[in-house]
């Protein structure tokens, strides 16, 4: 089992940054994918939108919508998995979720509230 905690979501006004954390405990040695998705009020209905993630070998892969804005890191495989959100917009509120994979199995952390406004 795997336990993901996100943290660092909030309120900001356009055009400022935020940075999210999520932190991982349990078995995670067999981990091969970590992501960001979000989920906009009103989405309820749809699927969570990937936003951002990164492979355990360091492939990374980005929304259209957040390239050249957001970035997702990691220092090392015990450490958090970040994202790094510049130039925020409105349309980038949402409920932001971390999301990990291994072979057999997705986990989900319980989300951090994004919101963007003036």
């Known amino acids: 089992q795997v336990q993901l905690v996100e943290s660092g979501g909030g309120l900001v006004q356009p055009g400022g940054s935020l940075r999210l954390s999520c932190t991982a405990s349990g078995s995670i040695f067999k981990i091969g994918f970590m992501g960001w998705y979000r989920q906009a009020p009103g989405n309820l209905g749809k699927q969570r939108e990937l936003?951002?993630?990164?492979?355990?070998?360091?492939?990374?892969n980005y929304a259209d919508s957040v390239k050249g804005r957001f970035t997702i890191s990691r220092d090392n495989a015990k450490s958090p998995v970040y994202l790094q959100m510049n130039s925020l917009k409105p349309e980038d509120t949402a409920v932001y979720y971390c999301n990990f994979r291994d072979p057999a199995t997705s986990y989900w952390g319980q989300g951090t509230q994004v919101t963007v406004s003036s």
């Open positions: 936003v951002a993630s990164v492979t355990i070998g360091g492939i990374t």
